[in-house]
């Protein structure tokens, strides 16, 4: 038997792509609580026996178990879930904005990598997990974000304007070393691997890579 799931809340990018990955995994999306094995509440005013929160918003802790997503980058999707700082570094360099850089990191994620993970938790849920905290895991500085930008910008923009030349087609590394980059502001991320494992998933592995994610918001915001 399919697994019933009900889903309340914000119906925006984030809701509709979960919804569809539910169903390619042989879910089944119900229209009452009621009906349902497991209910999915998506935002601060939502309710279920699985809540996803961003990190952005207040909320209070009930019963139950709750996700709470950090730096989440969703290409069309709006700032609800996170992203507005790297929306506008970005949007900055299209317009040729100086840009000065903070101090802060970030771990962003892709919602891809997301739905994926949360799929699996949901899918494979046998018991309340409390409270997991779901990124990326690695830190990206606003130097790291400006630098891939400025490469990938030019890429895109020559391709546009038809003003490649051998050395803009050329391969370039990327300037950002590759090294997982941690401190001590990172969420805790073993619980979310161990509960994604106890799911039947290979735990939290995020795969999509940051020049995707830049690449699909120069081409939201262009």
């Known amino acids: 038997m399919p ?8 119906e925006d990018t984030f809701y509709i792509q979960l919804s569809e990955k539910l169903r390619s995994l042989g879910g089944k999306i119900v229209d009452s609580n009621s009906n349902s094995d497991i209910s999915v ?34 290409p069309n999707g709006g700032n609800y879930w996170g992203g507005r700082e790297i929306r506008t570094i970005i949007q900055s360099i299209i317009n040729d904005y100086t840009i000065t850089p903070t ?4 771990y962003w994620v892709n919602i891809r990598d997301v739905i994926s993970a949360i799929s699996t938790i ?30 990938l910008w030019s890429r895109y923009n020559n391709s546009i304007n038809y003003s490649h030349t051998t050395e803009s087609l050329a391969s370039i590394p990327s300037p950002v070393r590759n090294t997982e980059q941690i401190l001590d502001n990172r969420p805790n991320l073993k619980p979310l691997h161990d509960c994604i494992i106890s799911c ?23």
């Open 3 to 10: 697994k019933k799931i009900f889903l309340n809340g914000l």
């Open 41 to 74: 509440g998506m935002g601060t005013n939502s309710s279920g026996s699985v809540r996803i929160i961003p990190a952005n918003q207040d909320f209070e802790t009930q019963e139950g178990s709750i996700i709470v997503i950090h730096d989440l980058i969703i």
């Open 103 to 106: 101090n802060k990191i970030n």
């Open 122 to 151: 949901i899918m494979g849920k046998k018991e309340d997990f409390g409270i997991l905290s779901l990124c990326g895991r690695r830190g990206w500085s606003d130097s790291d974000i400006i630098s891939e930008t400025d490469i």
């Open 200 to 222: 039947g998933g290979q735990g939290w592995h995020p795969v999509e890579s940051m020049r995707t994610s830049i690449m699909e918001l120069i081409a939201e915001i262009y």
